[in-house]
């Protein structure tokens, strides 16, 4: 299934906020309501994956807002059906962006655990496969990502091996190599969007392990 750009013209904000740095106050919440707005108050049966909502809260991960990020995808999720699979995958993905925060923060330790947590509810989600369709869940590389965060996790990954293999370089908010597109040649300022548009690949079987 091809996954059609949203027609949202959706800004950035104007600065990321970081926890400890300013006050909630300070986060750019008129740029986030813009998003927000875009969420009905329930989903019907299943989360869109071209949803211009869903895919600007991965946008936002990927461009280093962690805290707006999670922010995004926790109004999707409220309103995705609960329990459903768009709700397991959605709650993993929340908790990437917390622990992509907590690395903003230098607190590897509570990252480590906030992607454990989003690798235990990608397994979960693969226990509990359905067929195909068109939600969020039917178009994203959910496997592949879980092995990201598996060998991230294990004793020589960033995690563990501490925040050597993170890019600090604030001013670009390229901060986050956490994941790395799942193609043949990484690139690792590329996250969980490149998942997200690479994923048909993933999805047909076609992707080669190289």
């Given at each position: 299934m091809s996954i059609p750009p949203s027609n949202a013209k959706l800004p950035l904000p104007q600065w990321a906020y970081v926890p400890g740095e300013t006050t909630e106050a300070d986060a750019d919440h008129d740029t986030l309501?813009?998003?927000?707005?875009?969420?009905?108050?329930r989903f019907q049966d299943f989360v869109p994956a071209r949803h211009p909502a869903l895919r600007y809260g991965i946008a936002l991960n990927d461009a280093g807002y962690f805290w707006e990020s999670q922010e995004i995808l926790e109004a999707v999720w409220a309103a995705a059906p609960q329990g459903g699979r768009e709700w397991i995958l959605l709650r993993a993905c929340i908790h990437i962006a917390n622990g992509n925060l907590?690395?903003?923060?230098?607190?590897?330790?509570?990252?480590?655990?906030?992607?454990?947590?989003?690798?235990a509810e990608l397994d979960s989600l693969g226990r509990n496969a359905a067929a195909a369709g068109d939600g969020f869940v039917d178009a994203f590389p959910t496997a592949a990502l879980a092995a990201l965060l598996k060998a991230k996790?294990?004793?020589?990954?960033?995690?563990?091996?501490?925040?050597?293999?993170?890019?600090?370089?604030?001013?670009s908010m390229k901060q986050n190599a956490y994941f790395a597109r799942i193609t043949p040649?990484?690139?690792?300022?590329?996250?969980?969007?490149?998942?997200?548009?690479?994923?048909?690949?993933?999805?047909?079987?076609?992707?080669?392990?190289?």
């Open positions: 309501w813009q998003a927000k707005a875009l969420v009905p108050s907590r690395l903003r923060m230098q607190k590897p330790r509570a990252a480590a655990r906030y992607f454990g947590e989003a690798l996790l294990a004793p020589t990954g960033v995690i563990q091996g501490g925040l050597g293999g993170i890019r600090q370089n604030r001013q040649r990484p690139r690792p300022e590329h996250a969980l969007l490149c998942m997200l548009t690479d994923s048909q690949k993933h999805k047909t079987g076609q992707t080669q392990n190289r």
